[in-house]
């Protein structure tokens, strides 16, 4: 038997409050199944099991809201006898139980403003479904948007963030980038393609940091007590800014091992779960490096600051048109400005140079990522 816990999403999160459970006793799951619906800062998250096996117990009711690491479930082995020398409940505080809203409802409830507390579930043991919500927001005026979200979200970043620049000795080194050529590639490359399949310049980018994370792998990984240690993949952690404020930056898994149109697409599901709160526990936990953009909002540069535990960010810079020197002649060329803030425990000078050099390198042959 073995205890399946309450995952930490994050360095910033310190609790989360178990929403459903998509699995139930006896139930046979296997490594990457959804068994849970967990409700954290940064919205619900679906948690997935990291071992075969049966589901023997379920400890902890929907509702509950309980620290990291608490014990959620046991989990029977394949060749164990059921019910046997099953651990006792454990962990499972006494907060009260609440009402049950399937993730579902949970959404339209953000989509149409209501407040699920002045809600009345008509579902299965009083559980909140679509319909109520939906009635509750054709019963009058949509309710104030409640700020505890946002307000949580943002006390969470804060205290990550304080945190990494508290014991993180960050070093921050930029470089500005001729892009004429690739952009010139990608719109070439994009007349060939369905309109729905066409590339952001965003996915250059993202293509051309994870090349580069594979050639200078100090970047690629996370910092703990036994210090630096290296990425099993490279997992790029993209900074998603949600609808009602607030961001999260979840792993996009293998970057360095699809193709651009794999990498586009898998961004935009990213994205795309990310603010619709459908998140995987796995994406909110296997970040090697981060990367952000900042580009679009007309920044000309910025050095951000490492999310623990991982040793490097990337930020882009927005795109602009300068006179550039092109073999002795002054041209006007598309550039951006790329830094990286890595970790100096993990990091020296010369390595978090030489990414940056991949970066460039990469995004000069566009064709090749």
């Known amino acids: 038997m073995s205890e399946f816990r309450m995952p930490s999403l994050g360095a910033d999160m310190e609790a989360g409050t178990l929403v459903e459970w ?19 800062d940064k919205g619900a998250i679906e948690i997935e099991v990291f071992e075969p096996g049966t589901i023997e117990r379920l400890l902890v009711e929907p509702g509950q809201k309980v620290p990291v690491g608490t014990a959620l479930a046991i989990i029977r082995g394949a060749n164990e006898t059921p019910g046997a020398a099953a651990p006792a409940a454990v962990g499972a505080p006494a907060a009260p139980v609440r009402t049950r809203v399937s993730p579902a409802a949970r959404k339209a409830a953000e989509q149409l403003h209501v ?10 043991g009083g559980a ?18 409640t700020s505890t979200r946002a ?34 590639w990608l719109g070439l490359a994009n007349q060939a393609r369905p309109v729905t399949e066409r590339l952001l310049p965003i996915v250059l980018f993202l293509k051309a940091v994870a090349n580069a994370a594979v050639e200078v792998p100090a970047v690629n990984g996370t910092w703990n007590e036994n210090g630096f240690v290296p990425g099993a993949g490279v997992h790029i ?21 699809k193709s651009l149109g794999e990498a586009g697409r898998d961004l935009m599901d990213l994205v795309s779960r990310a603010r619709a709160g459908s998140l995987r526990s796995s994406e909110m936990t296997d970040a090697t490096i981060t990367l952000t953009n900042l580009g679009d909002l007309g920044v000309d540069a910025a050095y951000a600051v490492i999310y623990p535990p991982q040793v490097a960010i990337v930020a882009i810079g927005r795109v602009v048109e300068r006179p550039w020197v092109v073999a002795g002649r002054v041209e006007p060329r598309s550039v951006v400005t790329l830094s990286l803030s890595a970790d100096h ?11 940056l050099a991949a970066v460039e390198r990469a ?6 990522l």
């Open 22 to 40: 998509t699995k139930a006793p006896g139930d046979t799951v296997a490594r990457g199944d959804i068994v849970a619906v967990v409700d954290t």
């Open 151 to 184: 307000a949580g979200m943002r006390a969470a970043i804060g205290a990550a963030m304080a945190r990494s620049k508290r014991e993180i000795p960050h070093l921050y080194l930029s470089t500005t980038v001729d892009v004429t050529q690739p952009l010139a």
């Open 237 to 257: 952690g993209c900074a998603i800014a949600l609808r009602d404020g607030g961001l999260v930056a979840p792993a996009l898994h293998d970057v360095d091992k």
């Open 345 to 355: 425990r993990a990091v020296d000078g010369r390595q978090a140079g030489a990414f």
């Open 363 to 368: 995004l000069q042959a566009p064709e090749a």
């Open 128 to 145: 909140i479904t679509v319909a109520d919500v939906e009635r509750a927001a054709a019963a009058g005026p949509p309710a104030p948007k």
């Open 115 to 124: 407040d699920l507390a002045g809600v009345v579930g008509q579902g299965p």
